[in-house]
């Protein structure tokens, strides 16, 4: 996986254990443009936190990008 997809997920991962009410598309938008994420990265990570009900992403399960 590529480090800033991996640095992204960290940072919202770490995000959501400080502030568990934190808006995740906030979070992605912010972390998008934090990490320079290209707009198919952006889209697995809406698409992995609504399919996670937006809890935090294990390692393991990201490893698909």
């Keep these: ?22 808006k995740v598309g906030l979070l992605i938008d912010k972390a998008s443009q934090q990490f320079n994420l290209s707009p198919l990265q952006t889209d ?7 399919r996670k009900g937006a809890r935090p992403i294990p390692e393991e399960e990201s490893g698909g990008v």
Excluded: C, T, V
Excluded at 1 to 21: F, R, S, T, V, Y
Excluded at 44 to 50: N, P, T
């Design 1 to 22: 996986m590529e480090q800033g997809l991996k640095a992204a997920i960290k940072w919202i991962n770490a995000e959501l254990q400080d502030n568990p009410e934190a």
């Design 44 to 50: 697995f990570l809406y698409r992995e936190y609504a």
